[in-house]
């Protein structure tokens, strides 16, 4: 899994500039995230990778990189 | 005018409630909460104990007093079990009769058939007419409709009941007014974006009202729902068929049915279902748990921050002061009084 790509997606789902992430960035303490953000990237894992996360993976991922492990764990 | 304080506190307008208002329409539970064949139903209400069956000839009601020696049938509360008093054994048919008393003659017996209850059924709900004519429900499937609801939705993914230390019509009240929204709802409702200032209207028919309830536009959340789903929009729409049924839609996307059941002046059983509606049954696996999830979590929330203001209420309007002043965020309230006024009046006759 790229992880340009996934940068790229996950700033889709929640709609922010791709160049404003990170692997590092802490994505929970992003102005206006919220439990909206988190659904968009339940759904954006889904969509474009098949992997299903749950919202405590969310909770318990700190930075951006950490989810992506977590999805790429998911995955097929 | 509004219903006098006395009203929530005094055991004979209770049980005149019970006999008159209640009896011409209660909502009783839904079908899924009676699923196969033997599932009951019971519940002590007032004067009346009632037991609601799924028999093999479908959903009755009836008395849940034994023709024996007048043990309560099927124990309190839901479950599954034969037509069968567990006293002395005395079984009962289908439709009410005496089936069989162990070492008892049946045909000597003055009495050989349970009272029966009419049901009316409104797509899942469940209706009781205890003054023994079907309860009137013509007026739901309009007011479903206004608020996206359909009348058939899928089995609840969440159940809960919660007994509430204060007169029914507080719950009712509690219910239909969003005044308290910004005061009382810091885990759940203002999260949401609903607060006691957004957009709020509401309409009513005989005896339902319904209401829509948006953030304002700056805080609408509703572009960035319908990227998950076109049919979602930020709002919520909720329903109330008097005298004791809530129906809510939030978001287009979870359904919430709850209703109120007065065991006396001063406690009240409340019971919901959380169930999905057709936008969030159409959204991808993962989405749809997290949004079940976040929705039992909001409704625990924002029951368990309503419940100390309505038994708070109970014990201030107990007291020796008592006087309530309905304003104009209270509309719907004084909506709900006057259909209660002419209710207790229409029934006097
Ligand atoms: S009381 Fe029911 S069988 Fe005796
Ligand atoms: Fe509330």
Redesign the pocket.
């Known amino acids: 899994m790229n992880a340009d790509d996934f940068i790229e997606k996950f700033a889709f789902a929640i709609e922010v500039e791709a160049a404003t992430l990170a692997l590092d960035t802490r994505f929970k303490d992003l102005p206006n995230w919220d439990s909206l953000n988190t659904l968009a990237v339940i759904a954006m894992a889904d969509a474009d990778y098949g992997a299903s996360l749950t919202g405590s993976d969310i909770q318990n991922s700190q930075t951006v990189g950490e989810l992506m492990q977590v999805v790429q764990g998911r995955m097929g | 005018m509004s219903i006098d304080s006395s009203a929530y506190t005094r055991p004979d307008i209770f049980a005149d409630e019970i006999e008159r208002l209640f009896a011409g329409r209660m909502y009783l539970c839904s079908v899924h909460e009676l699923p196969e064949v033997d599932s009951y139903l019971a519940i002590h209400l007032g004067g009346a104990s009632i037991t609601v069956r799924h028999t093999t000839e479908g959903l009755r009601a009836f008395d849940n007093v034994c023709l024996h020696r007048c043990a309560l049938i099927d124990p309190e509360g839901c479950g599954k079990r034969p037509f069968r008093c567990r006293y002395h054994a005395w079984s009962y048919a289908a439709d009410g009769a005496l089936h069989a008393a162990p070492l008892v003659e049946v045909d000597d017996l003055a009495r050989r058939a349970l009272q029966t209850y009419p049901l009316t059924v409104v797509g899942e709900h469940v209706f009781i007419g205890l003054s023994g004519q079907a309860p009137a429900v013509d007026k739901m499937a309009y007011a479903m409709s206004e608020a996206g609801i359909p009348l058939t939705n899928p089995e609840p993914f969440h159940r809960g009941e919660l007994l509430q230390q204060c007169n029914w019509k507080l719950l009712v009240e ?2 239909i007014e969003s005044y ?2 910004s005061f ?2 810091a885990q ?2 203002i999260p949401a974006g609903f607060v006691s200032k957004s957009d709020y209207a509401w309409e009513h028919d005989a005896y339902t009202c319904w209401s829509h309830c948006e953030p304002t536009e700056a805080t609408s959340k509703t572009a960035r729902l319908q990227r998950l789903s076109r049919q979602s929009r930020h709002e919520f729409g909720h329903i109330f068929v008097f005298p004791n049924l809530f129906l809510t839609a939030t978001n287009q996307m979870v359904g919430f049915r709850s209703y109120v059941l007065p065991l006396t002046p001063d406690r009240t059983l409340f019971k919901w279902e959380l169930f999905e509606l057709p936008a969030l049954l159409a959204l991808p696996t993962p989405v749809r748990e997290q949004i079940r999830a976040e929705s039992i979590r909001f409704t625990e929330a ?2 368990q ?2 419940k100390p ?1 309505v038994e708070a209420c109970q014990l201030g309007l107990s007291s020796r002061h008592a006087f309530i002043q309905l304003r104009a965020p209270d509309a719907r309230i004084q909506r709900f009084h006057d259909y209660y006024a002419e209710q207790m009046r229409h029934a006097e006759k």
């Open positions: 509690n219910n308290h929204l009382v709802h759940s409702f924002s029951l921050e309503d203001m």
